[in-house]
């Protein structure tokens, strides 16, 4: 299985982008899926997360400008970033926590 993430760019401080990631099979349903980061030089950290039933938790540092959702029909979740940091620039994952499967990263740069 590979997750598929995409939607990862340049933009200013302050801007928004919205990150997408597809995970194929006929159990996306019952996932928990989440978006992971990480910045060079750092290791890779933890964003934010939805169950399947659409329960959301977040990091502190990105409470109230990302909001992770999921839409079950198109085996997708989703990473909408608003109020961009430069602190927020990394290669964003996203994961599936049933067998612990990650995606290729997309790049994600905040010019200040």
């Known amino acids: 299985v590979q997750l598929q993430a995409s939607g990862g760019g340049l933009v200013q401080a302050g801007g928004s982008l919205r990150l997408s990631c597809v995970a194929p099979?006929?159990?996306?349903?019952?996932?928990?899926l989440g978006w992971y980061r990480q910045a060079p030089g750092t290791e890779r950290e933890w964003v934010a997360r939805?169950?399947?039933?659409?329960?959301?938790n977040y990091a502190e540092s990105v409470k109230g400008r990302f909001t992770i959702s999921r839409d079950n029909a198109k085996n997708t979740i989703y990473l909408q970033m608003n109020s961009l940091k430069p602190e927020d620039t990394a290669v964003y994952y996203c994961?599936?926590?049933?067998?612990?499967?990650w995606g290729k990263g997309t790049q994600v740069t905040v010019s200040s």
């Open positions: 994961h599936r926590i049933r067998g612990d499967v």
């Open positions: 099979g006929s159990t996306f349903r019952y996932d928990g």
């Open positions: 939805i169950s399947d039933i659409g329960n959301t």
